[in-house]
């Protein structure tokens, strides 16, 4: 059964910094690998898709990689801003039945 | 981008009855839609994924009898959470699949 894992649980960072957040899944056999932004009470917003062939995907200040043979992502954000501040979500699209498997969300504070 | 609607936002209900849960695909037909579960502070659990003019397919763990799942067209499916109780109170998010999945916006479910 694949898990989805996401660390750290919580990151609060000062304005400026680049940061990292990881994403880790137990079967590498993965159809692809999408990360999404989640704001308080609202819905999610796809932020980057990552197909099982490719090895990262860049979108303005982030960039996303995948290395599936060690079952690992990363979402890399450049000079966070305040407006960053959200819980950031890695989910693994399993096979072409197009169900996807959430990790449990890094919860990100980008501090003024 | 592709659009997904969901109603009511927000819905406050007594223990025993009811509620009804629609998403909608605003700009696009979507013939397979998921439903998901999110509790505070937890991650998005998939419930069941409809599929337009079949039966829902559940997940372990999830009462097919208790959840009804009716997907009666490409744009429309409806989660109807029979019987709610207190237990049931959660943040309720589908997703409609075209060349990616977008989410709606959710339901908060709150049962009394």
């Known amino acids: 059964k694949q898990e989805v894992t996401q660390i750290p649980a919580a990151l609060s960072v000062p304005e400026g910094e680049n940061l990292v957040l990881n994403c880790s899944f137990t079967?590498?056999?993965?159809?692809?690998l999408q990360w999404f932004r989640q704001d308080p009470g609202k819905g999610l917003t796809s932020l980057l898709l990552?197909?099982?062939?490719?090895r990262e995907q860049t979108s303005g200040r982030l960039n996303a990689s995948l290395d599936k043979s060690s079952g690992r992502s990363t979402l890399y954000i450049a000079a966070s801003q305040p407006g960053d501040s959200a819980t950031y979500l890695c989910?693994?699209?399993?096979?072409?039945?197009?169900?996807?498997?959430f990790g449990s969300g890094t919860r990100l504070l980008v501090r003024p | 981008g592709a659009v997904v609607s969901q109603h009511p936002s927000w819905v406050i209900c007594k223990s025993g009855t009811s509620v009804k849960i629609e998403c909608r695909s605003l700009?696009?037909?979507?013939?397979?839609m998921f439903w998901y579960r999110q509790f505070p502070k937890q991650s998005l659990m998939l419930m069941a994924t409809?599929?337009?003019?079949?039966?829902?397919?559940?997940e372990q763990g999830v009462e097919k009898d208790k959840f009804l799942i009716n997907h009666a067209s490409l744009t429309l499916s409806t989660l109807t959470v029979t019987s709610a109780h207190p237990e049931d109170s959660s943040f309720y998010i589908c997703?409609?699949?075209?060349?990616?999945?977008?989410f709606g916006p959710g339901t908060r479910l709150t049962v009394l």
């Open positions: 997703s409609a699949h075209t060349d990616t999945q977008y």
């Open positions: 079967d590498s056999a993965i159809y692809n």
């Open positions: 990552i197909q099982s062939s490719q």
């Open positions: 989910a693994v699209g399993a096979d072409s039945s197009y169900k996807l498997i």
């Open positions: 700009d696009f037909q979507a013939t397979t």
């Open positions: 409809s599929n337009e003019g079949s039966k829902a397919t559940y």
